[in-house]
Nanobody
Framework: QVQLVESGGGLVQAGGSLRLSCAAS????????MGWFRQSPGREREFVAA????????SYADSVKGRFTISRDNSRNTVYLQMNRLKPEDTAVYYC????????????WGRGTQVTISS
């Protein structure tokens, strides 16, 4: 099992940047595929980005492609989400997630960190 704690959220103006971090417990972080999701009021949680165990093959939602970058540091048990050129529609609670098996659903979740983008 893995426990996830997000940090780095906040309030920024449109066009600005934020970097989210997700610290994972346990010694087997490198075995997990990691992802970021977000949820805004009245909307379902949506996929943002994911990264494979070794850090390759990142994938992104079309809405963030070219603006967000997911990365991980297995030596620090941490996954990051660098968010640039932020838009008001990026406002949401951002969640970190983990899964052991590539074809499975994400099964471990953090509590989320609020990101608010002002226009």
């Amino acid at each position: 099992q893995v426990q996830l704690v997000e940090s780095g959220g906040g309030l920024v103006q449109a066009g600005g940047s934020l970097r989210l971090s997700c610290a994972a417990s346990g010694r087997t972080f490198s075995m997990y595929t990691m992802g970021w999701f977000r949820q805004s009021p009245g909307r379902e949680r949506e996929f943002v980005a994911a990264i494979s165990r070794g850090g390759g093959s990142p994938s992104y939602a079309d809405s963030v492609k070219g603006r967000f970058t997911i990365s991980r540091d297995n030596s620090r048990n941490t996954v990051y989400l660098q968010m640039n050129r932020l838009k008001p529609e990026d406002t949401a609670v951002y969640y970190c997630a983990a899964k052991l098996y590539t074809d499975a659903r994400f099964e471990y979740w953090g509590r989320g960190t609020q990101v608010t983008i002002s226009s």
